[in-house]
């Protein structure tokens, strides 16, 4: 039997209303006749990280332990979190070259943890603590071989053929208002291949939540930048400006953007500073952009169709947040409108029948209010059995951009729901088929168009 029990809490969340904040961990002394009173101390072992200075640690982003976290000492807590755009350990300096590494198991001094890049496979690690002298430790590595991540030479060919790199995007009209978390630079995940002739198309791919993360690992925030940072985006979606959470990957060109904060449109915003960024320094055409993203990344890719109708040559979209107004009274997360809306203030005003005023907001805050402006072909795939986004709010986006002569296409999945994991891959390939199909026939059309009217002026 232990004398002290270490846990996590969650208190950020519970007191902002985010659904995930950053965490804290503490440790209370555990009493011999297992009988702890109201009046224990609690001691605070990791506390929650405001706004780190650059570098330093960025705060805890855990939800659970390892059934066996000690090491041999006793007193030494191994854990994976989120470090930007990274899964780091703690209490050990693991990373090189960008690997995102996750701990699978711990026995005493013996770790197996399995790292990987969005350009390397997962490759099983086995490593052993070789030295532990002033808290600085050292481990001796071996590769573990295994099947399961045994991949066709085709693959490993085309693997070899790409690069990627974690790129810092400032943050541009920083404001007053800002704060100094939300002021900082912000992480976009470019992968592209090593060698090209011209400058490759961009696909921008948002993740959802908004308060996760999109890693640096090989299957695919505002996680990992402190609480601060995080804190600054609810109340702030939509409008045009900047994005919390934006975790934006370029793959051959693909972008994923990664950030914690907003400040109006904040969201919006820092999707199109991440774009900037990457044209500016040459890597990508900034005349075949597409852009897709789930839920909130849906929220977001909707808002930019709408709000910068030329940029984008396509979009596709999985069940998408595109009408808060409609969706509160359905969601079974109806919190979420009200704090993503309004901001901690948002918890206190919450209720399950809006007011007109409240309809009005979440109206004002949503895609849909952009929607006579979107012109490019847009790919939505819907999970009918969805309780988070309701499948009525796709349709009614869809419908009404048909409804307008907008190139619209809808799969429906009746069996699936928020996720649509059980048909994923299938998900990834139409919508990269469907993406390359209009985006071929954006650019011909495109073409066309400007041998017979000759516009003033290029792409925004």
Known sequence: MGSSLCFLSAKASVDSGAHSATNSLHRIDWPADNKPCSST???????????????????????SFLSQPWLSDGCTMILSSYWHSLVKYHVSALLTQAFSWNVV??????????????????QIKYGCLTEKVNNTTRWHW????????????????????????????????????????????????FVSYNVNDAPDPLIVFLHGGPHIVSLSSF????LGFGEEALQSLPGKIGSQVLI????????????????????????????????????????????????????HGGFLTTHLIGQTPVK???????????????????????????????GTNGKTIFTEAPSAKHLTDFYNKSPILHISKVKAPTLFLLGAQDLRVPVSNGLQYARALKEQGVETRVILFPNDIHAI????????????????ALMKERRVSTHQGQNQHRPKRGVE
Not at 168 to 183: E, H, I, N, R
Not at 251 to 278: K, P, W
Not at 331 to 340: A, G, K, L, M, Q
């Open 41 to 63: 101390k609690i001691i605070n072992v990791i506390p929650v990280v405001t706004c780190a200075e650059d570098g330093q640690f960025p705060g805890l982003y855990c939800s």
């Open 105 to 122: 198991a711990l026995d005493g001094d013996n770790v197996i943890a399995v790292c990987s890049r969005p350009i390397d496979v997962p």
């Open 142 to 189: 071996l590769n573990v071989s295994s099947p399961i991540f045994e991949c066709l030479e085709k693959i490993m060919s085309l693997l070899s053929r790409l690069h990627f790199g974690i790129l810092q995007v400032p943050v541009k009209d920083v404001s007053d208002c800002l704060t100094k978390g939300a002021a900082k630079s912000f992480e976009a995940i």
């Open 219 to 222: 299957s695919k925030g505002s």
């Open 244 to 295: 919390l959470d934006i975790h934006l990957v370029i793959i051959s060109g693909v972008i994923i953007t990664d950030r914690r904060s907003f400040t109006h449109e904040q969201d919006v915003n820092d999707v199109l500073t991440a774009i900037y960024h990457v044209t500016e320094k040459g890597l990508v055409n900034p005349s075949k952009i597409t852009v897709l993203g789930g839920s």
């Open 312 to 342: 984008f040559v396509a979009a596709a979209v999985r069940n998408p947040a595109c009408n808060l107004s409609s969706m509160v009274g359905v969601t079974d997360i109806p919190d979420w409108c009200y704090v993503e809306s309004y």
């Open 421 to 436: 994991e059980r048909a994923w891959l299938q998900v990834i390939q139409r919508m990269c088929q469907l993406l390359q």
